[in-house]
């Protein structure tokens, strides 16, 4: 096992960070469900209490149960390095992991990669218009407050491409009458370093001001692996009543990853897990990445029922992309790289996209109905490899949730989206029926639509190749079954559901013939492909001991057969003990968490076109990896140690980047409030 070598440096910083704030006696008050309230009032402070926040402002959907959120109270007992990581354990996603930081995620759901898949902030997308996926790594772990994830039938509602699932970030929405800071901190081997800091108070009774700063570090342990992100915020909410609220916010983030590509495929398989640059597909290419995420809005209770929220968001996001493949790295985080390549690439990619959101929540007696509007401008500004392009887009949805009776309750939706010259109408309708207090069974079926993308579309050169640039709209149509078990003291939840997607048109990515020192690739039509899934997710609570874990079989046959570009099975989960010990004073579960995956061809990653590329090597072979975790609640600290990799397997899931050896990763997280 490799030891953790803290430097000086980072000793240095936690030590005057604890001593600058070992004087406040800390106290958190927890206040609702959508927002961290850190208020303690006495005395003459009632005379200044802070104005009623209106809830769940960023959310898009106020009335998900707890199948479609990860709460805050979750989070804290979760293991994490980035976003990613809180998404791993929910149901229908397999993550193609390149085993160090900083490298796009291979997030798929239910099969589907992430052009399918929506990533938004408050309830505005994130994806690039030029590939249409996003990172996941840029998106600060820190800012969450809860997760909504939405899958299925009912996904396509909420953005532009989300068929295959809508995922949104609703961030912290902070209270504190006094000064408040949270910090995170964690260690692992090769150089990880994450360290977070976010400092809250009210200004005055009705304006807060958050600030927070995040930075990461990893020098890997491959050459030409390393990553070094920094991730400023700053969140201003004014409460001018109980009825209206103003909210600002702005995501800045800093990044520079090297790009090794893995190993190389014409490396011995013995020498394959060596640490060594001759073995590396590209000892010189990285990115560097500066994005801004900005947004302006406000939140109303215009109607006689608090619960009826209008809320109309402005935003303002900007992503330069730099890539560069150069022979000037002769040196490397100390490393010398002899796999000079004689390949000279400079590549920029600047997008932006900017519009306006309106969205209204309709509760009464037996409805919940959700509408929305939105336009916005997409558009690629400048481009190394493609002209200019300026698309806007033009978005209605309106949901209806129903419940007939206290057994059954259904669900309708459309929305309409114009963009790229053409106008889509997709639409949908779900229902359930709770035959017994704890037996519900569900099922759906919609029509909806994926748009093609600035690079399936634009992107003409010798690594990304389109046959056309006149691609249609893809079309999905979903059918769902399913049976859901659950009690109602929530210690047991158990669901399972039967997926059938049939896509027409669809837009597929191949590999062309040029592998150097990237696999190439190019978009191609397909007349169909077909998705055929089981997804099932347990939650077993028995006393102290907490049983949870999800599992999925996919299928999947295009127009040349039967493809294995994800696994046809994967799963993870844990068996811990769970219970307050020592007086109620610490809350500690521990346990061993395990995943698996079977044997599957699976997806070679380009860093150069941003895209995950059907790979021409040997399967990725059948395997499964355990981990030790523990997370422990203590005062205002939480604390976590996990002990990855217990067994020491040399392992892959993405062909071919080595996943880390048996290694010991510790952090905590700890909030001060006075």
Same mark, same amino acid.
């Given at each position: 096992?490799?030891?953790?070598?803290?430097?000086?440096?980072?000793?240095?910083?936690?030590?005057?960070?604890?001593?600058?704030?070992?004087?406040?006696?800390?106290?958190?008050?927890?206040?609702?469900?959508?927002?961290?309230?850190?208020?303690?009032?006495?005395?003459?402070?009632?005379?200044?209490? +802070?104005?009623?926040?209106?809830?769940?402002?960023?959310?898009?959907?106020?009335?998900?149960?707890?199948?479609?959120?990860?709460?805050?109270?979750?989070?804290?007992?979760?293991?994490?390095?980035?976003?990613?990581?809180?998404?791993?354990?929910?149901?229908?996603?397999?993550?193609?992991?390149?085993?160090?930081?900083?490298?796009?995620?291979?997030?798929?759901?239910?099969?589907?990669?992430?052009?399918?898949?929506?990533?938004?902030?408050?309830?505005?997308?994130?994806?690039?218009?030029?590939?249409?996926?996003?990172?996941?790594?840029?998106?600060?772990?820190?800012?969450?407050?809860?997760?909504?994830?939405?899958?299925?039938?009912?996904?396509?509602?909420?953005?532009?491409?989300?068929?295959?699932?809508?995922?949104?970030?609703?961030?912290?929405?902070?209270?504190?009458?006094?000064?408040?800071?949270?910090?995170?901190?964690?260690?692992?081997?090769?150089?990880?370093?994450?360290?977070?800091?976010?400092?809250?108070?009210?200004?005055?009774?009705?304006?807060?001001?958050?600030?927070?700063?995040?930075?990461?570090?990893?020098?890997?342990?491959?050459?030409?692996?390393?990553?070094?992100?920094?991730?400023?915020?700053?969140?201003?909410?004014?409460?001018?009543?109980?009825?209206?609220?103003?909210?600002?916010?702005?995501?800045?983030?800093?990044?520079?990853?090297?790009?090794?590509?893995?190993?190389?495929?014409?490396?011995?398989?013995?020498?394959?897990?060596? +640490?060594?640059?001759?073995?590396?597909?590209?000892?010189?290419?990285?990115?560097?990445?500066?994005?801004?995420?900005?947004?302006?809005?406000?939140?109303?209770?215009?109607?006689?029922?608090?619960?009826?929220?209008?809320?109309?968001?402005?935003?303002?996001?900007?992503?330069?992309?730099?890539?560069?493949?150069?022979?000037?790295?002769?040196?490397?985080?100390?490393?010398?790289?002899?796999?000079?390549?004689?390949?000279?690439?400079?590549?920029?990619?600047?997008?932006?996209?900017?519009?306006?959101?309106?969205?209204?929540?309709?509760?009464?007696?037996?409805?919940?109905?959700?509408?929305?509007?939105?336009?916005?401008?997409?558009?690629?500004?400048?481009?190394?490899?493609?002209?200019?392009?300026?698309?806007?887009?033009?978005?209605?949805?309106?949901?209806?949730?129903?419940?007939?009776?206290?057994?059954?309750?259904?669900?309708?939706?459309?929305?309409?989206?114009?963009?790229?010259?053409?106008?889509?109408?997709?639409?949908?309708?779900?229902?359930?029926?709770?035959?017994?207090?704890?037996?519900?069974?569900?099922?759906?079926?919609?029509?909806?639509?994926?748009?093609?993308?600035?690079?399936?579309?634009?992107?003409?050169?010798?690594?990304?190749?389109?046959?056309?640039?006149?691609?249609? +709209?893809?079309?999905?149509?979903?059918?769902?079954?399913?049976?859901?078990?659950?009690?109602?003291?929530?210690?047991?939840?158990?669901?399972?559901?039967?997926?059938?997607?049939?896509?027409?048109?669809?837009?597929?990515?191949?590999?062309?013939?040029?592998?150097?020192?990237?696999?190439?690739?190019?978009?191609?039509?397909?007349?169909?492909?077909?998705?055929?899934?089981?997804?099932?997710?347990?939650?077993?609570?028995?006393?102290?001991?907490?049983?949870?874990?999800?599992?999925?079989?996919?299928?999947?046959?295009?127009?040349?057969?039967?493809?294995?570009?994800?696994?046809?099975?994967?799963?993870?989960?844990?068996?811990?003990?769970?219970?307050?010990?020592?007086?109620?004073?610490?809350?500690?579960?521990?346990?061993?968490?395990?995943?698996?995956?079977?044997?599957?061809?699976?997806?070679?990653?380009?860093?150069?076109?941003?895209?995950?590329?059907?790979?021409?090597?040997?399967?990725?072979?059948?395997?499964?990896?355990?981990?030790?975790?523990?997370?422990?609640?203590?005062?205002?600290?939480?604390?976590?140690?996990?002990?990855?990799?217990?067994?020491?397997?040399?392992?892959?899931?993405?062909?071919?980047?080595?996943?880390?050896?048996?290694?010991?990763?510790?952090?905590?997280?700890?909030?001060?409030?006075?």
């Amino acid at each position: 096992m490799r030891e953790i070598h803290i430097t000086r440096l980072r000793l240095l910083a936690l030590f005057f960070f604890f001593l600058s704030f070992e004087h406040l006696d800390a106290q958190v008050v927890p206040s609702d469900t959508s927002s961290t309230d850190t208020t303690r009032l006495t005395g003459a402070d009632t005379l200044r209490r +802070p104005i009623t926040a209106i809830t769940l402002v960023g959310s898009v959907g106020r009335t998900f149960t707890t199948a479609n959120v990860i709460a805050d109270s979750s989070i804290n007992f979760m293991d994490y390095r980035y976003a990613g990581d809180l998404l791993e354990m929910t149901p229908g996603v397999f993550v193609r992991d390149l085993g160090t930081p900083g490298q796009l995620h291979g997030l798929t759901i239910q099969g589907l990669d992430a052009r399918s898949i929506t990533f938004m902030n408050d309830g505005v997308s994130l994806n690039d218009p030029l590939t249409g996926v996003y990172n996941l790594y840029l998106y600060p772990s820190e800012n969450i407050d809860r997760i909504e994830f939405i899958r299925g039938t009912e996904a396509f509602l909420y953005g532009l491409n989300s068929t295959g699932g809508a995922i949104n970030f609703v961030s912290r929405s902070m209270k504190a009458f006094h000064p408040f800071t949270r910090i995170r901190y964690s260690e692992s081997v090769y150089g990880f370093g994450f360290f977070d800091g976010m400092f809250s108070q009210n200004i005055t009774r009705a304006l807060n001001v958050t600030a927070s700063l995040q930075h990461v570090t990893n020098d890997g342990e491959f050459p030409n692996s390393d990553d070094d992100s920094w991730n400023a915020r700053l969140k201003l909410r004014y409460n001018l009543n109980k009825k209206l609220n103003f909210f600002a916010s702005e995501i800045f983030n800093r990044t520079q990853v090297g790009l090794s590509g893995g190993v190389d495929t014409t490396v011995p398989i013995g020498e394959q897990y060596v +640490p060594l640059p001759e073995n590396m597909k590209n000892t010189e290419s990285y990115e560097k990445i500066t994005r801004h995420d900005l947004q302006l809005g406000a939140s109303g209770a215009f109607f006689p029922d608090s619960d009826w929220i209008t809320t109309l968001t402005l935003y303002h996001t900007t992503n330069l992309r730099e890539y560069r493949d150069e022979e000037n790295r002769v040196y490397s985080n100390g490393i010398y790289l002899q796999h000079l390549n004689g390949i000279f690439v400079q590549q920029d990619h600047w997008s932006q996209q900017y519009g306006a959101k309106l969205t209204q929540h309709v509760e009464a007696e037996a409805q919940d109905v959700d509408l929305g509007a939105e336009i916005q401008s997409r558009g690629l500004i400048a481009s190394s490899v493609m002209p200019q392009h300026l698309e806007a887009l033009k978005s209605l949805y309106a949901k209806d949730r129903v419940r007939i009776s206290n057994i059954f309750a259904m669900t309708a939706g459309a929305r309409f989206d114009g963009y790229l010259g053409s106008s889509r109408l997709s639409y949908g309708a779900d229902g359930s029926l709770a035959s017994e207090s704890w037996i519900t069974f569900f099922g759906g079926y919609s029509l909806s639509h994926r748009f093609p993308t600035f690079q399936e579309l634009y992107w003409h050169d010798t690594i990304v190749n389109s046959p056309q640039s006149t691609f249609s +709209p893809e079309r999905h149509h979903l059918a769902e079954a399913g049976v859901r078990f659950s009690n109602t003291d929530g210690t047991t939840y158990v669901e399972m559901t039967y997926s059938h997607r049939i896509i027409n048109d669809a837009i597929e990515i191949l590999p062309t013939y040029v592998d150097y020192p990237f696999p190439t690739l190019q978009f191609v039509r397909m007349n169909r492909e077909t998705f055929n899934g089981i997804t099932g997710s347990a939650h077993i609570r028995f006393g102290e001991f907490l049983a949870e874990g999800s599992a999925q079989y996919v299928e999947v046959t295009d127009d040349y057969g039967t493809q294995s570009f994800v696994p046809k099975w994967s799963g993870i989960g844990g068996i811990y003990f769970w219970d307050k010990v020592f007086k109620n004073h610490l809350d500690i579960k521990v346990g061993v968490r395990g995943r698996f995956l079977y044997a599957y061809r699976g997806m070679e990653y380009n860093p150069q076109a941003w895209m995950y590329v059907p790979s021409a090597q040997p399967d990725v072979k059948t395997s499964g990896v355990s981990d030790f975790v523990l997370d422990a609640h203590l005062g205002d600290a939480y604390i976590h140690i996990i002990w990855q990799n217990l067994l020491d397997l040399q392992y892959v899931t993405t062909p071919f980047y080595p996943m880390v050896e048996r290694s010991l990763r510790f952090g905590l997280s700890w909030e001060f409030a006075d």
